[in-house]
């Protein structure tokens, strides 16, 4: 049995985090390895920053994840744990960091009374900052409310979670390195599959979901053999797919050399790995400066393939799939230093040749170029193109958000990244009022529906046809919503073609 699967039926504490004061009255959950008490909520409860696997510091940074010994005191659950080691953000100032960070957070409306479907958020952040604790309140008001389980997991970030270098393979032979950040979210769906039935959830209904990295992990998923049966449904936003996806192998090790070069450590053998195990995670993440640049590795185990070859053949969960993104997802890449001479250098790209696509008659003016571009390569073509290759295969369902709020219009160029969530998970991010609100409960409906029956239609909703056909086209979400054919199509199918050229694919 592979070691993650062999999770499944474990509560993976870790040995040195399992002897806490518990919570003064809340509720106790008896899990494979020990009882954990959380804090009340109404019929259910609240349990957060239960530890799935042991510290990943010391000899173990850069290993897959491992089980710990079982316990008999309750684990204390009423608070969230520490998160990754990451570059501090506004947000994070002053939040706890730790390599024993591998923890995952439960909320569920009754412990009792039948199996309930189960949403697990996989959080984003570009794959260097973010944690499970991100929206996981919010949402969990949301979907408890409609008898949902909401669930989040941490997961390594950073070099610490996507590294190959030779030494590993040397190391750790039989171990395919590189993809830490995916063995940590199986380990984490593995736990859910084997101890989620206790808390009141449905082992069998399980819908993951997540936006940027987090949407780019849902398709690492899909594609993965390692992540097979643990979930029902999946949800992708904002997450690309076609270009950047991945990387293989032997260019991950490249990068895996250059960083210890940079960290100050030498050679290709597993002595070099010892010595990079003796540097903090500061050290770590000092050695990696300028635009974040981690991503899926090609690794021949946890994914075999490049994620959306693995799509176009089907080598994929056969599962309902929904893959979305906004109208202005240029917004992140001004935060990720990603301008015009990056995305030439990085990705290829020939503007003069992309002009004659996105400018035929000559009145756009270069930002505006740009800022399409950035939309359309790596999210917008990628999120219309995976729902159109899943869809040969399973049901499949695309989107495109560009609602903005009444007091931002005019002032914005579209809805930035991410924007949907705000409406998906919980309240409008911008202003409030009834057109927002209405918004909210439209998104939440559609994606009840779908965590609850794997198909997001039902009544009194506009009516969201499956992403197939000569004539398919996505939920096109704005004030109103509506499904719109042919949407963007000399824009995608130019992406498209370029990444059928490259891969000698079909293009969606």
């Known amino acids: 049995m592979h070691f993650l699967r062999g999770m499944a039926g474990l509560s993976l504490m870790s040995a040195s985090m399992v002897v806490a004061s518990p919570a003064a009255e809340g509720p106790v959950v008896k899990t494979a390895f020990g009882p954990i008490r959380g804090v009340a909520e109404g019929q259910g409860g609240i349990f957060k920053g239960i530890p799935f696997a042991r510290s990943t510091g010391g000899d173990r940074r850069w ?44 909320a569920t409306p009754a412990l009792k009374g039948g199996k309930k479907p189960v949403l697990v958020l996989i959080h984003g952040g570009a794959f260097f900052v973010g944690s499970g604790a991100e929206k996981f309140d919010e949402a969990a008001r949301v979907y408890n409310a ?5 669930v989040s997991i941490n997961y390594r970030l950073g070099r610490l979670g996507f ?60 594609a993965s053999p390692r992540a097979r049966g643990l979930f029902a449904r999946a949800s992708a936003h904002s997450g690309g797919g076609i270009n950047n996806a991945t990387r293989p192998q032997a260019q991950a090790e490249r990068e895996g050399v250059a960083f210890a070069a940079r960290a100050g450590v030498t050679g290709k053998g597993k002595e070099a790995i010892a010595a990079l195990r003796k540097l903090d995670p500061a ?63 990085r990705f290829g790209i020939d503007f003069a ?22 939309t359309d390569f790596i999210f917008t073509s990628a999120a219309m193109a995976t729902a159109a ?20 219009r005019g002032k914005v160029a579209g809805a930035p990244h991410c924007a949907d969530m705000g409406y998906t998970l919980g309240a409008a991010k911008a202003s409030q009022g009834e057109e927002n609100a209405r918004l909210a409960r439209m998104m939440q409906d559609y994606w009840t529906n779908f965590i609850r029956n794997g ?53 969606p």
């Not at 409609?146 to 909401?150: D, S």
């Not at 053949?313 to 935060?335: M, W």
């Not at 197939?468 to 719109?484: D, E, F, Q, Y």
Request: with cysteine; charged share 20%.
């Open 63 to 106: 290993t897959p994840p491992v089980p710990v010994t079982p316990w008999t005191q309750p684990f204390d659950a009423s608070r969230f744990g520490p998160i990754c080691p990451q570059p501090e953000t506004p947000e994070g100032r002053g939040v706890a960091q730790s390599e024993d960070c591998l923890s995952i957070n439960v």
């Open 146 to 150: 409609r008898g949902i389980l909401v």
């Open 163 to 222: 590294f190959s270098h030779p030494g590993l393979r040397e190391e750790q032979p039989g171990v395919a390195p590189g993809n830490y950040w995916l063995m940590d979210q199986v380990a984490g769906l593995n736990w859910v599959r084997g101890n989620i039935a206790q808390f009141g959830g449905d082992p069998d209904k399980v819908t993951i979901m997540g936006c940027s990295a987090g949407g780019s992990s849902i398709n690492a998923l899909m």
């Open 283 to 345: 050290a770590i993440m000092a050695a990696d400066p300028g635009p974040p640049n981690f991503g899926a590795v090609v690794d021949g185990e946890m994914i075999p393939e490049e994620t959306a070859i693995a799509f176009a053949k089907g080598d994929i969960a056969r599962v309902p799939y929904i893959a979305g993104s906004t109208s202005n997802e240029a917004s992140v890449f001004g935060l990720m230093g990603f301008d015009e001479r990056v995305l030439e250098d």
């Open 353 to 374: 040749t992309v002009r004659k696509v996105y400018d035929p008659e000559g009145k756009l003016g270069q930002a505006e170029l740009l800022r399409q571009v950035q």
């Open 389 to 408: 290759l899943a869809g040969r295969w399973q049901p499949s369902w695309s989107y495109h958000f560009a609602y903005v709020p009444p007091a931002q």
């Open 455 to 507: 198909d997001p239609n039902g009544a009194g909703l506009p009516r969201w046809t499956e992403y197939k056909g000569a004539h398919r086209g996505p939920l096109l979400i704005g004030s109103k919503a509506a499904v719109a054919p042919d949407f963007r199509a000399p824009h995608l199918a130019y992406w498209w073609k370029s990444w059928a050229e490259r891969t000698n694919q079909t293009p």
